[in-house]
C-alpha cells in the first residue's frame, strides 16, 4: 500500500502511485449535470448545411458526417490562428453511445478519422491533425450525441515536439523505435490488455489517469492513414473492448490519435485517458501527475 514513483518510459515525466489514497474518505464528488437539449445541431435534418463538409459513405444516407465546427479554436482565414477545426457526427442515432456500436460502425468511424486526416495534411502549412474524443462534460463535450473532433494546426505543439525530440534521441542510442520496444515489452507483462498479429492494447507504466490504456499497431506507421484494412479492424475490436469495460462503470473519457503527419520517426498510436478522478493542487501545481490506481489492477480489470 505504500506509494511508489515511477517514470515514463523515455520522457522526463512522473506519477507518484498512491493505493493506500483509494480509501481515503470523502465529502464531495465531481460530476457533470446533463442539461436537457431542445434541439440537438447534430440530429438528421437539423445540421446547418453551410456547416456540412462530407457525408459517409454519402450525404444522402450519411452513417457519419464531417461538419466545420460552428466555434472553431482555428480557421483557414485567419492568419494569427490557422487551420481547420471540424466536428464529425459519429451516428445519426441521438442517444447511440461508442460503446454500442457494432465492430463495423466502429471500423467505419476510424475510416473517417483516416479520411478527414489525409484531407487536412493537405493543405499547405497544415503540420499537425489531432483527431480526439471527449466523451461527457468532465471530459469537455458540451453536447450528448455523440461526436468526435478533427483540429488541423500549422504548429506542432510544445509536447509533441519534446516528445518528438526524446524519439529521435532514444532511436539513435538504441537504434530502436521506443514505442516498438514498449509494445515488445508490455505484450508479455502485467499489464497487457489485448493484442493479436496487428494491435497490442495495455495499460503504461505511468498511467496518468485511473484505467488509461494505449493501442499501439505492431507495424511502425506515422499516422492512421497508414493503417491496412486488417489494422484497423483490429484497431476498432480493440477500442471496442476498452469502451465496453468504461461504459460498464460509467465513466467518461477523452481519447486522441497520437500522431504527426509526415514523421517516419513517430509511431502512431491511440491513448485513452478516462476522466473519474480531477487534477487538483499537486499535478496542477507541480506537473507530476497522482494516480491511485496501479496499471496493473487497471489492466486485470480490462482483462475480465
Known amino acids: 500500500m505504500k506509494s511508489e514513483i515511477r517514470k ?5 515525466k512522473y506519477v ?10 470523502r465529502g464531495t464528488i465531481a460530476k457533470a449535470v446533463i442539461i436537457p437539449e431542445r434541439s440537438c445541431p447534430f440530429c438528421p435534418g437539423k445540421v446547418e448545411k453551410d456547416l456540412i463538409i462530407k457525408g459517409y459513405p454519402s450525404l444522402k444516407n450519411w452513417q457519419y458526417l464531417a461538419i466545420k465546427n460552428k466555434y472553431p479554436v482555428v480557421t483557414l482565414d485567419n492568419s494569427k490562428a490557422y487551420g481547420q477545426h471540424e466536428v464529425i457526427v459519429d451516428t445519426p442515432n441521438h442517444l447511440k453511445e461508442l460503446a454500442q456500436f457494432k465492430l463495423e460502425e466502429l471500423t467505419g468511424l476510424l475510416e473517417v478519422y483516416k479520411d478527414r486526416t489525409k ?3 493537405q493543405i499547405k502549412e497544415i503540420e499537425y491533425v489531432l483527431v480526439f474524443k471527449n466523451k461527457g462534460g468532465k471530459a469537455g463535450a458540451t453536447l450528448i450525441h455523440a461526436h ?13 515536439i519534446e516528445e518528438q525530440t526524446a524519439t529521435r534521441k532514444y532511436q539513435a542510442e538504441k537504434g530502436i ?14 499489464r497487457r490488455i489485448f493484442s493479436d498479429s496487428n494491435v497490442v492494447v495495455f495499460c ?3 498511467s496518468e489517469y485511473h484505467y488509461e490504456a494505449w493501442l499501439l499497431p505492431r507495424r511502425h506507421v506515422d499516422n492512421i492513414t497508414d ?5 484497423t479492424i483490429s484497431f ?15 465513466i467518461e473519457y477523452n481519447f486522441f490519435l497520437h500522431q504527426i503527419i509526415r514523421d517516419p520517426d513517430q509511431h502512431f498510436y491511440l491513448k485513452i485517458q478516462p476522466r473519474e478522478t480531477v487534477w487538483a493542487g499537486i499535478e496542477l501545481g507541480s506537473g507530476i501527475v497522482v494516480n491511485s490506481l496501479l496499471p496493473e489492477k487497471a489492466a486485470q480489470f480490462y482483462r475480465r
Open 148 to 160: 468526435s473532433q478533427v483540429f488541423a494546426s500549422k504548429i506542432l505543439p510544445p509536447d509533441v
Open 177 to 190: 523505435c521506443p514505442y516498438c520496444q514498449i509494445l515488445k515489452k508490455e505484450e508479455k507483462g502485467p
Open 119 to 121: 484531407e487536412l495534411s
Open 8 to 12: 515514463h518510459y523515455f520522457l522526463d
Open 236 to 250: 476498432a475490436k480493440a477500442l471496442k473492448k476498452i469502451l465496453v469495460k468504461l461504459f460498464t462503470l460509467n
Open 16 to 25: 507518484i502511485f498512491t493505493p493506500g489514497r483509494a480509501k481515503r474518505p
Open 204 to 206: 503504461p507504466y505511468t
Open 227 to 231: 493503417l491496412t484494412k486488417k489494422e
